[in-house]
């Protein structure tokens, strides 16, 4: 959480201009949140896994293949 105060809308069956403005700055705000998340993971997915993690998976699988057992 951030502490920012959330924010409410309420809608009846017929919202006032401010709420709808409401609305659309709030999912205005949610998607240009989303953009920037959405960029910078995939930055990092394009980023090649470190030797010495593959290193450490490889032994992993060759401890796991003598000893006959699955990892779930």
Same mark, same amino acid.
């Given at each position: 959480?951030?502490? !920012?105060?959330?924010?409410?809308?309420?809608?009846?069956?017929?919202?006032?201009? !401010?709420?709808?403005?409401?609305?659309?700055?709030?999912?205005?705000?949610?998607? !240009?949140?989303?953009?920037?998340?959405?960029? !910078?993971?995939?930055?990092?997915?394009?980023?090649?896994?470190?030797?010495?993690?593959?290193?450490?998976?490889?032994?992993?699988?060759?401890?796991?293949?003598?000893?006959?057992?699955?990892?779930?």
């Amino acid at each position: 959480m951030s502490g !920012a105060p959330e924010e409410r809308v309420t809608v009846g069956k017929e919202p006032t201009s !401010a709420n709808r403005e409401r609305l659309r700055l709030i999912r205005a705000r949610q998607r !240009a949140i989303g953009r920037e998340l959405r960029r !910078a993971f995939d930055e990092v997915a394009q980023e090649p896994v470190p030797e010495e993690f593959m290193d450490l998976l490889r032994r992993i699988d060759e401890e796991t293949a003598k000893h006959g057992k699955k990892m779930s």
